[in-house]
Each structure stands twice: as C-alpha cells, then as structure tokens.
C-alpha cells in the first residue's frame, strides 16, 4: 500500500500529514508506525521513517525530531542532532532538515514563513497548547528571522470536540488561565465536557499573531483505518498505540 499524505494548500512548501496508511508495522501498530518510543520493532519503526524520509526528499538522517514531554519549549537546529532534545517544538532556517512531531489524538502543528525561509513543527497536546508551546515556535521561528504575519499554521489530524471527553479539574485547568476558554467546552454525559483541542490550538495560533492558521478537520480518534489514537487505544484497552508523523521541509 502506498503511503498517504495528507496536505494543505495554504502551505506552500513540502510537508505532510502521515496517515497510518502504507507502512510495514503490524498487530495494533498495523501502518506506518513512526514512533521510536513505541513497543513496535525497533527495525520496522527505521523502515517506516525511512519511507517518510524518502518521501520528504531528505535522507533518513535528516529527518528530525524531538523528544516530546508536553512541554512549552521549542528548539532551533541547523544540523542533523546526536540526541533529541526534551522539547515539543523545532524550527529551522537550514535547506535540507525535514521537521517532524508524533502523534496520536494531540495537534501536529507545521509552520512556515517562505519569504524569510524558515519552518517549524510543534506537537500540541492540552498541555503544551495552554502553557504556550505554539507561541514558543513563533518567537524561536522569529529568532530566525520570519515575521509573524507571514507565518502560515496549520493543525493537523488530531481528536475532534465530539471525542474529547473531560472532567470538570480538566475544565478548571483552563478557567484558571482565562474564563473565557469556557467557550472551548460543551456539556456531556453527568459532570462531564466535550473539549474542543483544535478549536483552542486555532485561538493560541491567532494570538501568537500568525497570519494565517486553519486546521484539516480530520478526527483521530474517529477514522482508525487511517489515524492512530491514543484515546481510542485506551478505550479498548490494547496494549499500545502507533504514532503518526508530520513533517516539513524547506
């Protein structure tokens, strides 16, 4: 099966949304399993970013990447890294480094301003989205020179408001910060609430001051044949989950 690349035209430089779809993994990784943290082989994990890579243009070297702890720190490279550092976010202005986050449910976000050729790539969970790691890639990505109304953000798939169920310290995590994120929430089942992730990536992105932010509207946790979900997994209780890739390069 070939692999299937989700994209957005308001993005003008290569990237893509990995879909699960055209990868060698198997059992509950059965696709394009793409995370070394994984229990998946460690040689068929390597096959799979290997064809990521290819697919990106870049050698497999040269697909990058960081060792992701819901955190609100990004990191600038230049160069292919010995060691991935503990961060949810990489930007560069350095032709021929493929940046790329895992996922599965929390928001692959790819960032690009063409004209001073710098790109970026967050991966923002609830967590990272509210203690800042979106504007954290807008500063880094500025450090280098983009200005940010010519950035371009766009969300990839990640777990829709209608998958997204809460509790109510979950909710007051948010009213702490601003009440007004209470727009972000609708009434579920009892005490609990539907949590619109996207729908707050988009707010944070705006007010990092992007030009232009959107999302793809795909659901992960709604569509298993093509997204892995870590929401779902749990659900029915499996031992593990894949993890999808997206990734940009100048």
């Not at 970013?49 to 697919?55: E, H, M």
């Not at 790691?133 to 950035?151: K, P, S, W, Y």
């Amino acid at each position: 099966m070939t692999l299937e690349i989700l994209t957005s035209d308001a993005l003008p430089l290569k990237h893509g949304f990995f879909t699960r779809r055209g990868g060698a993994s198997s059992g509950v990784f059965s696709g394009l399993n793409c995370g070394q943290g994984s229990s998946d082989q460690t040689e068929i994990v390597a096959i799979n970013r290997a064809r990521v890579a290819d697919a990106m243009g870049v050698a497999p070297d040269r697909l990058l990447g960081v060792h992701q702890v819901h955190s609100a720190k990004a990191v600038t490279v230049d160069a292919p890294l010995a060691d991935k550092p503990r961060a949810d976010a990489i930007v560069t202005a350095t032709p021929g480094l493929a940046l790329s986050v895992l996922t599965a449910d929390c928001q692959p976000v790819l960032f690009a301003d063409p004209a001073a050729g710098v790109i970026g790539a967050a991966h923002a969970g609830w967590r990272g989205a509210l203690e800042g790691v979106l504007h954290a890639t807008v500063d880094a990505m500025e450090a280098l020179g983009a200005q940010r109304g010519n950035i371009t953000a766009v969300i990839g798939p990640s777990i829709s408001q209608r998958a997204y169920e809460v509790g109510p310290e979950f909710m007051d995590s948010f009213m702490a910060e601003d009440p007004d994120y209470a727009r972000y929430f609708i009434g579920g089942e009892g005490d609990r609430m539907m949590f619109d992730l996207p729908g707050f990536g988009l707010n944070r992105l705006r007010a990092a001051g992007v030009g232009h932010a959107e999302w793809t509207r795909h659901c992960t946790f709604s569509d298993a044949a093509r997204f892995y979900s870590y929401r779902r997994t749990t659900h029915a209780k499996e031992a593990d989950y894949g993890r999808l890739i997206a990734a940009i390069t100048l």
